[in-house]
């Protein structure tokens, strides 16, 4: 009890230093009192120790808070100096360091990625770099080596590995979240900058936007200032779950993925820098903001090297990182915004809409339905859908994001929320066998076995290829009939 009366006192501390230490009195914070609330409720509900967010308008930074703990060991107070691991968000910084290359005409997305690396396996050497950026590659994961993820297996072994393995699908036909996409745009980009292939990409842009904090790192190394990374873990009954530890190792060839710590303010200023078109101009900021199709013609979520969320009209656009740090822009609103935390497994993501909203950004689509379902503790999201959808019928709720959501909310040990969530998709997509794919897990993951089953019967008729159903009809001890 007095431990947590200790990480109680720090908390409150922290979040009358970040007061200070933003530069700005809550005279001249309208929203700050909103805001504060808001983000105690969410840190709360999602037991996250320690945060920070930046909020930039206008070309400045109009918001800059810490809140919590960094350490839940010690524990020390989260400060704006504070330095988090940021994760897949240095993805982004490498689409950036690609459209540079793009726009002085050294490097050609169409192109296959042979045309700039040799000794590639046959079956990769037609994948251009697009589909590195967005992930349509069709190339195996490097993380899915025998001891990839961490210091176990060497870099040699790891490549032997994943080029001895078959191609996932057809380069463009989908999407599939791989590493060993920004691994080859890595030895790329570094080779028409004639750098090691190794090297890490963003050096340039931290020095251009004055990120005086912003470095590499990972846990192998003590780092001054680094927040301490949680997770937690659930068991087969769900529960509150145990926080542990994170041990995260970025090995030098993963670079252009991951592994880059920073702080709120300093992402604040590289935002800025992106906003002014300091590194890029504005049609090269089209060019990567552009969602990229797929070969059916269907519309992917990603640009290159960013995801592009939001309606046509009024995209929202930024990156995430580990499940615990988050930056959107919303460009014609000239807004940015950085939440940066400690637990994999937050989602910031989930709170940001809700921060925009406050500095006038309307909220549609999916994030609109969250706003909502949120309020009402998540009771019935079929009926609030469609309540949303009658006030508006150009609503328009993506299967993706929700799909995304709902699985957010699965990994972070909300099951109930998330079967509200999953139940909306086969709704609007009654011919999607992914749709009752992913609500079979979540009647699955509530204890539901007929309805599961049901579901994962469902999604098999309307794709008789989908191996995932059938492993979890033999797992829940069901037949492929009823």
Request: hydrophobic share 40%; proline share 6%; aromatic share 8%.
């Amino acid at each position: 009890m007095r431990a947590m009366k200790r990480i109680v006192a720090l908390f409150c501390k922290a979040f009358l230093f970040s007061l200070v230490a933003g530069g700005l009195s809550a005279a001249q914070q309208p929203n700050l009192a909103e805001i504060d609330s808001y983000l105690r409720v969410q840190m709360h509900a999602r037991r996250i120790p320690g945060l920070q967010i930046a909020v930039v308008q206008h070309g400045r930074t109009a918001l800059l808070r810490s809140y919590g703990v960094a350490n839940l060991q010690t524990p020390v107070s989260v400060t704006d100096a504070t330095l988090f691991s940021i994760n897949s968000i240095t993805k982004a910084f490498t689409g950036v360091a690609a459209m540079e290359l793009v726009r002085a005409g050294r490097l050609d997305l169409g192109a296959p990625v042979s045309a700039y690396l040799e000794g590639l396996p046959q079956a990769w050497r037609g994948v251009t770099i697009r589909q590195l950026l967005t992930h349509m590659s069709g190339i195996p994961d490097l993380n899915n080596a025998p001891g990839a993820m961490g210091d176990e297996a060497s870099e040699a072994a790891i490549w032997e590995w994943v080029e001895a393995q078959p191609m996932n699908f057809a380069p463009g036909e989908r999407f599939d979240y791989c590493q060993t996409n920004y691994t080859l745009l890595q030895k790329v980009i570094n080779k028409l900058n004639h750098q090691d292939a190794e090297a890490p990409l963003a050096g340039a842009q931290i020095q251009a936007a004055g990120m005086m904090s912003t470095r590499y790192g990972d846990s192998t190394e003590v780092i001054p200032n680094a927040a301490a990374g949680y997770h937690y873990s659930y068991d087969k009954s769900g529960g509150t779950g145990v926080i542990r530890p994170v041990y995260e190792v970025f090995r030098p060839f993963v670079r252009a993925s991951a592994g880059l710590l920073s702080t709120a303010q300093d992402m604040a200023h590289w935002m800025i820098a992106i906003q002014q078109e300091r590194m890029l101009d504005a049609a090269s900021l089209k060019t990567m903001w552009t969602p990229v199709a797929f070969n059916d013609g269907g519309q992917g979520q990603w640009g290159l090297g960013w995801e592009v969320l939001g309606l046509p009209d009024h995209p929202v656009v930024g990156m995430t990182g580990g499940g615990r740090s988050a930056f959107f822009l919303y460009p014609k609103d000239d807004l940015g915004i950085v939440i940066l935390t400690n637990l994999a497994g937050a989602y910031p993501e989930d709170i940001m809409d809700r921060i925009a909203t406050i500095y006038g950004v309307p909220l549609g689509g999916v994030p609109a339905l969250r706003a909502e379902l949120e309020k009402q503790n998540f009771r019935d999201g079929p009926a609030l859908a469609a309540e949303l959808m009658k006030k508006d019928p150009k609503l328009l709720l993506s299967e993706t994001e929700l799909n995304d959501w709902g699985y957010r909310l699965l990994a972070s040990g909300q099951p109930r929320q998330a079967l509200e969530v999953l139940k909306i998709v086969p709704l609007l997509y009654s011919r999607s066998s992914n749709a009752y794919d992913s609500l079979g897990e979540a009647y699955a993951a509530n204890g539901d076995k007929p309805n599961a089953l049901a579901s994962y019967r469902r999604s098999l008729e309307l794709d008789p290829k989908n191996t995932n159903a059938e492993e979890w009809l033999e797992k829940l001890g069901g037949q492929l009939k009823p």
